[in-house]
């Protein structure tokens, strides 16, 4: 199918059809409670010009279609949104899997001295290269991404998304304080770096900027105060950050911040809880903090591979709910293990269970898909609506042999989306599109 990838612009006006068992999520009828899918067994994806131009089954859309339109079949394959990750720091990609006893040693004896390294831009674009290659490879379309601390780390990101027309969101980290002195903007440097590539990027083609303190241990009041500013310049931005990930970093914040309520409480003083604010992690939050987060907008990605990498504890999805707050899904490569999302579901399953509570397999393909898009307000992409972009994957569920076994027998489409989810990986991912252009396909 990857044979069909544009080569110029001509090819983009084509219209074209993909036939195959679609699956998306209505984003206006859809909560985390209760998705509302939409299941078409021989459905029909329009696509021209990298937008969606119409959604059905076969049966009755494909005879008000145009006879020279080509149409590409995915027999017995799920058609569905592209994966949206809402946490992952790309210059940590060649440093998965680095062994630590806890969070905060993980970053001094690892994390630090690897983004050092992306002062050198050549390193940076190598690494860029890599890491959307993976998300391509998993099914990942859109991604909430760290840099790092340095400037040209976000520049060499964002050429190399653009060339791919991929839709990402990502921010130049922010330390002023308790990281080496090789790694440490000031206040005023770090604004004005984030003010030049708001410039630069935000809705620059299909990238977007994120406002990116790393964590409030490592930003002074003077340079969080600096990120508010920002927030009021650049109203929609999004920000990132960290919050409430492990005991250790919590007592810490304690230190630092002694006048405040909470971890979170920070963040809400100095201006950084609104919509398009999203925070890693979550897992000792209140219930205070909870309802602060439902009343702002702002929301949580729950990274499970990582948590339960470093031995940070376990979200409480339920109480998250319970508040009707809003959290999505996030790798946080490099703690976390994969880039895979269906391997990150299946984590976010098991810690549900470990706590009593249930997560199915709608739920969790809504978390990724239409639930991510709206919790970052960009209504653009996670499903399939007619004018939507063309961001999408093909799901091949045969493709591993345990799994192509245990789907002979005739099951419900929420068992076989489950048995996806926690026998799944990368294989599964038979083809990724861009706005409508094949950029991977399984070999």
Not at 20 to 43: A, V
Not at 211 to 231: D, G, K, N, V
Not at 299 to 325: I, M, Y
């Amino acid at each position: 199918m990857c044979s069909e990838k544009a080569k110029n612009q001509k090819m983009n006006l084509e219209t074209r059809a993909y036939r195959g068992q679609i699956l998306f999520f209505n984003p206006q009828t859809s909560t985390m409670q209760k998705p509302d899918l939409c299941w078409y067994q021989d459905g029909l994806l329009v696509i021209q010009n990298g937008y969606i131009t119409a959604i059905g089954s076969y049966q009755e859309l494909f005879p008000t279609l145009s006879s020279n339109i080509l149409i590409h079949s995915y027999k017995h394959k799920i058609i569905c949104p592209g994966f949206i990750d809402t946490h992952l720091h790309y210059p940590q990609t060649e440093m998965m899997a680095a062994p630590a006893s806890d969070l905060l040693p993980w970053l001094e004896n690892y994390t630090f001295p690897t983004e050092a390294q992306f002062s050198d831009p050549d390193h940076a674009a190598q690494v860029s290269t890599i890491f959307l290659d993976e998300l391509l490879r998993n099914g990942t379309t859109t991604a909430l991404v760290y840099g790092s601390v340095h400037k040209t780390s976000v520049d060499c990101f964002f050429q190399q998304s653009a060339q791919r027309n991929m839709r990402m969101i990502a921010g130049k980290v922010l330390m002023d304080r308790n990281c080496p002195d090789h790694l440490q903007d000031t206040a005023a440097s770090g604004a004005q770096d984030s003010a030049d590539l708001i410039e630069r990027w935000h809705q620059h083609g299909r990238q977007l900027y994120a406002i990116t303190p790393r964590f409030a241990p490592t930003s002074s009041p003077q340079q969080l105060q600096s990120c508010q500013e920002l927030a009021q310049s650049f109203k929609d931005v999004f920000i990132q950050s960290h919050v409430a990930e492990s005991q250790a970093e919590i007592a810490w914040v304690k230190e630092l911040f002694p006048s405040y309520r909470s971890y979170l409480d920070i963040y809400d003083q100095f201006g950084l809880l609104r919509p398009r604010a999203v925070y890693g992690h979550g897992i000792y939050l209140d219930h205070t903090d909870w309802e602060r987060l439902a009343q702002s907008g702002a929301s949580v990605s729950h990274c499970p591979t990582s948590n339960l990498f470093l031995g940070s504890g376990l979200f409480d999805a339920q109480r998250a709910l319970a508040a009707q707050a809003s959290f999505s899904l996030g790798t946080d490569v490099g703690a976390g293990t994969s880039f895979s999302m269906l391997k990150t579901m299946a984590a976010a399953y098991q810690i549900a269970r470990l706590q009593g509570h249930y997560l199915n397999a709608f739920q969790l393909f809504y978390l990724v898909t239409a639930g991510a898009a709206q919790q970052l307000q960009l209504p653009m992409i996670g499903s399939f609506a007619p004018g939507n972009e063309a961001d999408f994957i093909v799901l091949d569920d045969g493709a591993i042999p345990l799994l192509a076994r245990r789907l002979q027998k005739n099951m419900p489409l929420e068992e076989r989306l489950f048995s996806l989810i926690m026998l799944g990986d990368d294989r599964c991912i038979q083809a990724t599109y861009i706005a409508g252009q094949c950029l991977y396909q399984r070999t």
